[in-house]
């Protein structure tokens, strides 16, 4: 993927988590730009992020840890953790155990001024844990209530949109971010088809793709 400008992405909320920043190519060595991820502890913003100016990779402790030239692939990975973290650069262990400010990791961003990144980006974090429940029937021209718990809820995550399996069911109403219990609202039509049908639930999230399955009833 290549970036320019500022670009934002919310990854859920996780206490520890993997990247792997693999093939990064600068177009240019005269411009410079962060990579990071940020969070919040006890309502302060906080931030993890590696830096590139003029050739030089600094890390979270500004200390230069590479040179880079322009067209010139390599690779930074590493761990993030509640209270400390590790990395590699071109699959070479560089810092362990290096102690960091407790956070909660919500966010990652990538900073450009000047020029372009070309990079393979990957973050690997724990699943949330969750929990889906809904009514057994309900008549097809009214609404029902799916309930997603999330059962962490020091870990909340973000919903972006959602499907059903059943095309004539429309989902009207979606929480924006679960803390604890939120509702979804889902309605129906003249023109469903009534019975029992299994149906299945997907919800696109900051936190990956949350999906459950249950059987309903659909009455007249």
Same mark, same amino acid.
């Given at each position: 993927?290549?970036?320019?400008?500022?670009? !934002?992405?919310?990854?859920?909320?996780?206490?520890?988590?993997?990247?792997?920043?693999?093939?990064?190519?600068?177009?240019?060595?005269?411009?410079?730009? *962060?990579?990071?991820?940020?969070?919040?502890?006890?309502?302060?913003?906080?931030?993890?992020?590696?830096?590139?100016?003029?050739?030089?990779?600094?890390?979270? *402790?500004?200390?230069?840890? !590479?040179?880079?030239?322009?067209?010139?692939?390599?690779?930074?990975?590493?761990?993030?953790?509640?209270?400390?973290?590790?990395? !590699?650069?071109?699959?070479?262990?560089?810092?362990?155990?290096?102690?960091?400010?407790?956070?909660?990791?919500?966010?990652?961003? /990538?900073?450009?001024?000047?020029?372009?990144?070309?990079?393979?980006?990957?973050?690997?974090?724990?699943?949330?844990?969750y929990s889906i429940s809904q009514p057994s029937s309900f008549p097809k021209t009214e609404s029902y209530v799916i309930n997603v718990t999330?059962?962490?809820?020091?870990?909340?995550?973000?919903?972006?949109?959602?499907d059903l399996l059943n095309t004539s069911l429309s989902i009207t109403n979606l929480p924006l971010r679960v803390t604890g219990n939120s509702?979804?609202?889902?309605?129906?039509?003249?023109?469903?088809?009534?019975?029992?049908?299994?149906? *299945?639930?997907?919800?696109?999230?900051?936190?990956?793709?949350?999906?459950?399955?249950?059987? /309903?009833?659909?009455?007249?």
């Amino acid at each position: 993927m290549i970036f320019s400008g500022d670009t !934002y992405r919310q990854i859920g909320s996780a206490k520890r988590l993997s990247f792997n920043a693999s093939g990064i190519i600068f177009n240019n060595i005269t411009g410079s730009a *962060e990579l990071g991820f940020s969070g919040a502890w006890n309502g302060t913003t906080k931030a993890l992020e590696f830096s590139f100016s003029s050739g030089k990779l600094m890390d979270p *402790e500004n200390r230069y840890i !590479y040179s880079y030239l322009s067209e010139d692939p390599f690779s930074i990975s590493g761990d993030i953790n509640d209270d400390y973290y590790q990395y !590699y650069i071109n699959e070479q262990p560089v810092c362990f155990g290096q102690q960091k400010d407790q956070n909660i990791i919500e966010n990652f961003y /990538v900073k450009i001024r000047n020029c372009t990144l070309d990079a393979d980006i990957k973050i690997y974090a724990d699943a949330p844990s969750y929990s889906i429940s809904q009514p057994s029937s309900f008549p097809k021209t009214e609404s029902y209530v799916i309930n997603v718990t999330n059962k962490n809820s020091n870990l909340p995550f973000t919903i972006f949109s959602g499907d059903l399996l059943n095309t004539s069911l429309s989902i009207t109403n979606l929480p924006l971010r679960v803390t604890g219990n939120s509702d979804i609202i889902v309605t129906g039509d003249h023109t469903t088809t009534t019975g029992n049908f299994a149906e *299945e639930i997907t919800l696109y999230s900051s936190a990956g793709n949350i999906t459950g399955g249950f059987n /309903v009833e659909i009455t007249e």
